[in-house]
């Protein structure tokens, strides 16, 4: 139980972070659980189900506004994003899985981060929710690529994102609601292959949910108070680190 818990924490506090939470919560799984590769891989994807829910209710008035048709382009944009999420990393699923590929996109990610920073280490006004198509799909294939192992999702979709005008609390905004429908697809396909999953990772799921919204939280409310900036140092030193560990990792 104890295993499982802490299995649940480390899915709530990594998936904001522009780290590979699924290989996170894959090595705690051996490490504490002592499951097989295959299983690990199973349960850590399907816990992103708990930090979903987080998303969900934390942007609870994003929601409700583009179910009311409220907010028709941010509606517009996710679904360009996620469409093109889903014809690119299906077939990447299928085709890419190599480690190495991963981590050198991941060191790309961290050091553009670095350089948007430096364009960005100025600027002190945004031309917030500009929900352009072609922004949509540069973001929706940078999301696409998170299927290649060790790419982190959040670290891509945030570095596509910084390239148009938005504000770094807007960025992560837009990056947590654009996996709400590829994860909601992803756990339902593991649930329908593995049902186990639920009943064995139900204590899981709740702390990651738990810990993921005050984790949401307090990250969102952070990104108000620093520079856009040193947010995106941070965010692109992080990436280069995960890829330096998946690669040791890998290479161990």
């Known amino acids: 139980m104890l295993g499982y818990i802490i299995l649940g ?10 780290l590979s939470s699924e290989a996170i919560v894959t090595l705690a799984n051996e ?3 002592k499951k097989e590769i295959s299983n690990s891989i199973d349960l850590s994807l399907f816990l992103h189900f708990g930090t979903l829910l987080a998303v969900l209710i934390y ?13 028709i382009k941010l509606l517009y944009f996710l679904t360009i994003a996620t469409i093109t999420s889903l014809i690119l990393g299906f077939p990447l699923y299928k085709l890419v899985k190599n ?3 991963g981590n050198f996109l991941l060191l790309i990610t961290g050091f553009g981060l ?7 280490k100025k600027e002190k006004k945004f031309k917030n929710r500009d929900y352009n198509f072609k922004l949509a799909l540069i973001a929706g294939f940078f999301q696409g690529l998170a299927v290649i192992p060790g790419v982190s999702r959040s670290g891509v979709t945030i570095f596509a994102l910084s390239l148009g005008g938005f504000s770094f609390p807007e960025i992560l905004k837009i990056s947590y609601m654009m996996s709400l429908p590829v994860v909601f697809l992803s756990s339902f396909y593991l649930l329908l292959k593995n049902p186990i999953l639920i009943f064995e990772g139900w204590i899981s799921l709740i702390f990651s949910f738990l810990v993921g919204i005050f984790t949401l939280d307090f990250l969102i409310k952070l990104t108000k108070k620093v520079n856009f900036s040193k947010i995106a140092f941070f965010f ?3 990436c280069i ?10 290479f161990y």
């Open 99 to 101: 480690v190495a590929v």
């Open 236 to 238: 692109g030193f992080l």
């Open 31 to 33: 490490f504490f659980l």
């Open 59 to 71: 942007f609870k008035k994003d929601w409700r506004e583009i179910l009311e048709l409220k907010n």
């Open 9 to 18: 924490i480390l899915q709530g506090v990594f998936e904001w972070l522009p």
């Open 114 to 120: 670095f350089f948007t920073g430096f364009l960005r």
């Open 241 to 250: 680190l995960s890829a330096l560990i998946n690669f040791f990792v890998k």
